[in-house]
């Protein structure tokens, strides 16, 4: 009926896991919503668009919904320079205070605090903040999108383990040692990390990952230092930066030694980079934050609704996946596009469950991380 029905049905099937996968997934709450209804939507972009990445995939989700009829829609772009910050709370204040939306849209990790101020003052006002669950469960009004990114990361590390050995491919060395590049050392980085080390062992018990961070989401020039010492000092030919604008220089110290490849994160950084960076951005793995917002609205049609929790989205509920176009398919033998494939149906069939750096039942992240490390 709805394009994304089939989703959403799946959805309720297989959201086993919350947050970091450990806990029983929320009951939906029945609400029904009547065929055809259309809702008022705010988009609050704690930035602008054009950025290729989380805004622009939010922004496209709900300009689907609004081509189909199912929002109206009003997106307001706040900036995101320091001097911008102060109207991202007065705008939170000054849509919740019209009443005039059924729902406000936000997110990424910088709006939390004042997400809560607002969401506590506006109770009887719906909202949802994607990529977020600092106050999961404080706000009943307040739902959080999240994603499985230790999913991600094993399709990832299964993709960079094959391709290091790839010598028929430029700039790949015979030695099987991937880098790493995390901003803050946290559960949720960690999560990306878990499931790229996991994904990169199950296709070679033997790997190395050279795992470093930033401690923040920033610094470049640290990246980039850390990735010359990667490349130099420990042969690596593949870094996968997951430190959001600092891990750009990791890509940047791919580019100068002209010795390694480099993956993305989040967005298609291919799309995002100039000509040079590009070229050597073998593929990005991807929060598909558009589709989880389609998602909501199918679950809400369909009389569901997940106020007051958390719900994380992966594979099987299209949250998050890997580009696989440009500098995949230039690159990747059949092989390696085989066994890609074959990681993504095991994820989805159950075969394999992705441990987490998350919750009650996160892995030891140390012992993981030395099981791996780089001698020397």
Not at 47 to 61: C, E, P, R, V, Y
Not at 354 to 368: H, K, W
């Amino acid at each position: 009926m709805k394009k994304f029905l089939a989703l959403a049905l799946a959805v309720i099937m297989a959201l086993t896991l919350i947050a970091c996968g450990e806990k029983p997934a929320p009951t939906p709450d029945p609400d029904p919503a009547p065929e055809g209804n259309v809702y008022n939507v705010v988009y609050l972009v704690n930035g602008n668009l054009g950025d290729k990445s989380f805004f622009d995939s939010a922004q496209a989700g709900l300009d689907t919904l609004k081509a189909a009829g199912r929002i109206k829609l009003n997106t307001i772009e706040m900036g995101g320079l320091d001097q911008d910050q102060p109207k991202w709370l007065s705008t939170l204040y000054e849509v919740s205070e019209s009443g005039e939306y059924d729902f406000v849209i936000c997110g990424t990790y910088q709006m939390p605090d004042k997400l809560k101020e607002v969401a506590t003052k506006y109770p009887d006002q719906k909202y949802i903040i994607f990529d977020d669950n600092t106050y999961v469960g404080e706000n009943e009004n307040v739902l959080n999108l999240t994603y499985r990114q230790n999913d991600l990361g094993y399709v990832v590390g299964t993709f960079a383990g094959l391709m290091t050995t790839d010598t028929n491919v430029a700039n790949i060395n015979e030695e099987a040692v991937l880098g790493f590049v995390g901003g803050v050392d946290s559960p949720v980085i960690n999560d990306f990390l878990v499931g790229y080390i996991t994904g990169a062992k199950a296709v070679n018990e033997n790997i190395k990952v050279d795992v470093r961070y930033t401690n923040d989401y920033v610094d470049t020039a640290k990246a980039k230092e850390y990735g010359l010492s990667m490349i130099n000092d420990n042969k690596c030919d593949i870094i996968w930066g997951v430190a959001g604008n600092a891990g750009n220089g990791a890509a940047e110290a791919a580019l100068e030694t002209g010795k390694a490849w480099f993956i993305g994160v989040d967005s298609d950084q291919e799309l995002t980079f100039g000509a040079d960076l590009a070229a050597l951005t073998l593929t990005s793995g991807l929060k598909n934050i558009g589709n989880s917002l389609i998602w909501f609205f199918d679950e809400l049609d369909a009389g569901r609704t997940y106020w007051g929790t958390e719900v994380s989205l992966g594979l099987k509920e299209g949250g998050v996946g890997i580009v696989k176009d440009k500098n995949f398919a230039k690159y990747a033998s059949e092989a390696t596009v085989a066994a890609v494939a074959a990681a993504e149906q095991a994820v989805l069939d159950g075969s394999v469950v992705v441990p987490t750096a998350i919750g009650e039942g996160a892995v030891d992240i140390n012992a993981l991380r030395d099981s791996v490390k780089v001698a020397g």
